[in-house]
């Protein structure tokens, strides 16, 4: 069990660079940042406040949690259909869609913390510079 605690404690620690963003930036974009984690929507911040670093940081994790969704669906939408094990992929399918909305959840709240803090896993990916 130690070693479950220790896995989701590393997961939990991810990169805070909220230090390297204008105060100003943050407050001013926080509102309309809070769509960067709502699937799809988050072409409204990128395009919206696309001088806004703190915007952009939220944007990229947005669109990566987007990306990674959109595979998650498509893949194990298929494989659900596999007669006999499907019932397996649903379930996974099922567990995948969960974690994306918890790590959607975390990032609505670091952006309403005015943090910029990397979600866990994907906020690794950078796609926008």
Not at 5 to 18: A, G, P, R, V
Not at 25 to 33: H, S
């Amino acid at each position: 069990m130690s070693d479950f605690n220790e896995k989701i404690d590393e997961l939990k620690n991810t990169k805070d660079s909220t230090s390297e963003f204008d105060q100003n930036d943050i407050t001013q974009n926080k509102g309309m940042t809070i769509l960067a984690y709502l699937s799809w929507l988050v072409l409204i911040p990128l395009f919206a406040a696309k001088e806004s670093k703190f915007a952009r940081f939220h944007c990229n994790q947005g669109i990566v949690l987007a990306i990674a969704e959109a595979i998650i669906w498509v893949t194990f939408g298929i494989l659900s259909c596999i007669p006999y094990v499907g019932w397996i992929f649903s379930i996974i399918n099922s567990l995948l869609s969960v974690v994306c909305v918890v790590f959607a959840v975390l990032g609505i709240v670091n952006v309403a913390k005015g943090k910029a803090k990397e979600l866990p896993i994907v906020g690794k990916f950078k796609i926008l510079k």
